[in-house]
T-cell receptor, first 112, second 113 residues
Framework: DPKIIQKPKYLVAVTGSEKILICEQY?????MYWYRQSAKKPLEFMFS???????DNQTASSRFQPQSSKKNHLDLQITALKPDDSATYFC???????????FGPGTRLTVL | GEQVEQLPSILRVQEGSSASINCSYE??????FPWYKQEPGENPKLIID?????ERKQIQELIVLLDKKAKRFSLHITDTQPGDSAMYFC????????????FGDGTVLTVKP
């Protein structure tokens, strides 16, 4: 059974639209993360949350907003989508601090 | 700085030989160094890691070495098999509080039968 669920697996959006990427983890972890992978930057850290609180934000744009409604959920809302946002977005989780991070299957986003 | 440099970007070896990937980091405060294997269309999978209180760690055919003075760490795969062919990423944790991992650019390893 998958321990980290990401939905949807594939997502196609038009420029200017808004999408939400879903992430749920069932590993009992208290820290969750978002990373982005594209041809330009192989694996790039975006956000980290610990006990549902934002710990680090390396995303320059406010168009990217994480949302944590439950302790095992960390969704990513992206507004005003641009073609440059096209990438695979990975959610990961760990115990807080130096815990081993495990990645979800990813959501592949294409912005036309 | 928070860069992680990873070399080589492409590595081709013969089945049964060893493969080595080298990474360097900038911040001497970094204390956790994981390695991930990613196959095409899949997510990165943690294969081995090392913490700053160790110099060497081995899990089966995987060996990780850490040289804190030189700020370098490396992955060595002994007795490579075609199934080891994949993209490999090293990473360094620059901030214990946030868990942020900074990744190298990756190494594409091809093991030829």
């Amino acid at each position: 059974d998958p321990k980290i669920i990401q939905k949807p697996k594939y997502l196609v959006a038009v420029t200017g639209s808004e999408k939400i990427l879903i992430c749920e983890q069932y590993l009992g972890h208290n820290a969750m993360y978002w990373y982005r992978q594209s041809a330009k930057k192989p694996l790039e850290f975006m956000f980290s949350y610990s006990y549902q609180k934002l710990m680090d934000n390396q995303t320059a744009s406010s168009r990217f907003q994480p949302q944590s409604s439950k302790k095992n959920h960390l969704d990513l809302q992206i507004t005003a989508l641009k073609p440059d946002d096209s990438a695979t977005y990975f959610c990961a989780s760990s115990q807080p601090g130096l815990g081993e991070q495990y990645f979800g299957p990813g959501t592949r986003l294409t912005v036309l | 700085g928070e860069q992680v440099e990873q070399l080589p970007s492409i590595l081709r070896v013969q089945e049964g030989s060893s493969a080595s990937i080298n990474c360097s980091y900038e911040d001497s405060a970094s204390n956790y160094f994981p390695w991930y294997k990613q196959e095409p269309g899949e997510n990165p999978k943690l294969i081995i890691d090392i913490r700053s209180n160790m110099e060497r760690k081995q899990i089966q055919e995987l060996i990780v070495l850490l040289d804190k003075k030189a700020k370098r760490f490396s992955l060595h795969i002994t007795d490579t098999q075609p199934g080891d062919s994949a993209m490999y990423f090293c990473a360094a944790n620059y901030n214990t509080n946030t868990g942020k991992l900074t990744f190298g650019d990756g190494t594409v390893l091809t093991v030829k039968p």
